[in-house]
């Protein structure tokens, strides 16, 4: 068995490192025809930031890993291909805004169906909308090779920052096939490989829609636990309210259960939005306007949320920013990795842009320029200063905000931080990291998100 990948991203690059970790006698390739992105693979700074990554990579690189931009090659010699490109949202033509664009998908399958020998596997690794696999098998038959191509689903539950954790003892594995023997059979090749590691009672077959949909229905679920922590995080701020006693008193109903109630500035990462929106179009294509609408709002009320914070900031620093340093701690869209796609701080920080603050970031991770991009900075802009320094970036601000958990933050010298901060100092907090009486009796004023402000 020789296996291949087809994308040597966050998920490719992570998820084929584990599968050659543990089968030492499956020769894995990935492949990617991003040149920069294949030579940091093979380089000591790996192109991906997740803990514990470097050791995975380390012991099965050049053993029976290994990255390439060689993709014929790899498609010709596996048995297995993963296919773990970019899914993003359609932004041209019918659906645009909410489909997933498929080209890359379609892409692999064509050259798949163009250059292999001999029968393959072909599995969905990527996030695609239910009955992809459909469209993935008419490409492939239509080679007009006399090859058995089976086309399973095969989504990945890692969260970013987690990688290597959640790949190394997943909650579930989900291999989703067609129901014939052949279908069957496909599925038990993955079976097997997965079950070098994982237990046989955590990975999962289904019929191949199944596994297709429940990969965006359980993003669906993630996000919205998000979004209603968040719409009551409003209310608690009117009311008096503290929504972590809020989530935690409701969290103790085993029905509902502790996890995933953070109430935060909102949730980003390359996913939830994206899903979402996929499965609002899927709906809609289906003729279900109604289901559609239902988890529309789980992406309006983030849309709101981190509207709301900066609405917040705004008002408490007397209505107005403008010409004000205003102090970013935190870029990436959450803590452990240097991921910043769909960050709430981007959002937040355009709006406060637009508003004519002045900003200084500092983010332990993320790269000065990815932060520029981010904010579509022109050379020489002088409003963002990109800090290496948390201090530096603080000293002198009237506010900090908080946007994504490092537990770094919570190290700080806020006395220090205090000192060197025009009066008042306020604090925004919008990922409930910090002990707002404590800094409050430093002499800040102090505000959290779905906490009242200062009293
Ligand atoms: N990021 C996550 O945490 C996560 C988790 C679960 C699932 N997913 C899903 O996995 C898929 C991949 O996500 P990602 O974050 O790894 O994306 P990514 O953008 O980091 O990586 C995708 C890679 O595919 C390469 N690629 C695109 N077309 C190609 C082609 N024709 N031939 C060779 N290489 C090609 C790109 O160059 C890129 O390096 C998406 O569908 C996503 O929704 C992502
Ligand atoms: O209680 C919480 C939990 C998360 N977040 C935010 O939600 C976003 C997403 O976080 P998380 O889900 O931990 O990271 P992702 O890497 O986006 O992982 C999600 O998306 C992946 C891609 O599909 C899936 O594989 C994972 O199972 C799913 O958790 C981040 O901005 C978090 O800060 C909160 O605000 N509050």
Redesign the pocket.
């Known amino acids: 068995m020789k296996i291949c990948c087809i994308g040597a991203g ?2 490719g690059g992570p998820t084929m490192a584990m599968i050659a970790k543990q089968c030492p006698d499956i020769p894995v390739t990935v492949v990617d025809i991003n040149q920069a992105r294949i030579d940091a693979w093979n380089s000591d700074k790996l192109p991906v930031f997740e803990p514990g990554l470097d050791e995975v990579v380390k012991e099965a690189r050049g053993r029976n890993l290994f990255f390439s931009t060689e993709v014929d090659e790899a498609i010709r010699e596996a048995d297995m291909i993963f296919m773990s490109v970019n899914t993003p949202t359609k932004t041209y033509g019918v659906g645009a805004g909410r489909a997933a664009d498929l080209k890359y998908v379609e892409l692999c399958a064509r050259r798949i169906a163009e250059v292999a020998e001999s029968d393959k596997i072909v599995v969905e690794k990527s ?1 695609l909308p239910v009955r992809t696999a459909e469209s993935i098998r008419r490409i492939l038959a239509g080679s007009g090779k006399n090859l058995n191509f089976q086309v399973i689903s095969n ?9 290597v954790e ?1 790949l190394t003892a997943p909650d579930r594995v989900l291999i989703g096939g067609e129901e014939s023997a052949e279908g069957d059979k496909a599925v038990q090749a993955l079976v097997d490989v997965y079950a070098h590691w994982v237990p046989r009672e955590r990975i999962l077959t289904t019929n191949v829609w199944s596994s297709e949909l429940s ?1 965006l229905t ?2 669906a679920f ?2 919205q ?2 979004s209603s ?2 719409a009551i995080s409003a209310l608690c701020e009117v009311t008096g309210a503290n929504v972590d006693e809020v ?1 935690h008193a409701i969290g103790r109903d085993s029905r509902i259960g502790p ?14 939005q994206k ?1 979402i929106l996929n499965l609002v179009y899927l709906c809609e294509h289906f003729g279900l306007p109604e289901v559609a609408k239902y988890w529309e709002q789980v992406v309006a009320m983030n849309e709101h949320q981190k509207r709301r914070f900066v609405d917040r900031m705004v008002s408490t620093l007397f209505n107005t920013v403008s010409g004000k340093k205003i102090a970013i701690l935190g870029f990436a ?3 452990d ?1 240097n ?1 910043t796609r ?3 701080a981007i959002s937040v920080c355009r709006d406060l842009l637009e508003e004519q603050a002045n900003l200084a970031v500092y983010d332990p991770k993320v790269e000065p320029a990815t932060i520029r991009h981010d904010l579509a900075l022109a050379e020489g802009d002088e409003r963002v200063d990109i800090c290496t320094d948390p201090y530096v970036a603080i000293r002198g601000a009237h506010a900090v905000a908080i946007l ?2 490092w537990d770094s933050f919570k190290a700080l010298d806020w006395e220090r931080i205090y000192r060197e901060m025009l009066k008042p100092a306020f604090v925004f907090d919008g ?1 409930n990291i910090l002990n707002l009486s404590d800094l409050r009796k430093i002499g800040f004023e102090a505000y959290g998100i779905g906490k009242g402000g200062e009293r």
């Not at 989504?155 to 990688?163: C, H, S």
């Not at 909102?266 to 939830?272: A, I, K, T, V, Y």
């Open positions: 966050y998920v996030t989504p990945e539950f890692l969260a970013e920052g987690t990688a959640d990969k359980a993003n993630l996000a636990r998000i922590i968040n989530a996890k995933f109630l953070r109430s935060s500035v909102g949730f980003g990462g390359s996913c939830f899903d869209f959450k803590k990795t991921d769909e960050s709430p994504t958990e990922r």
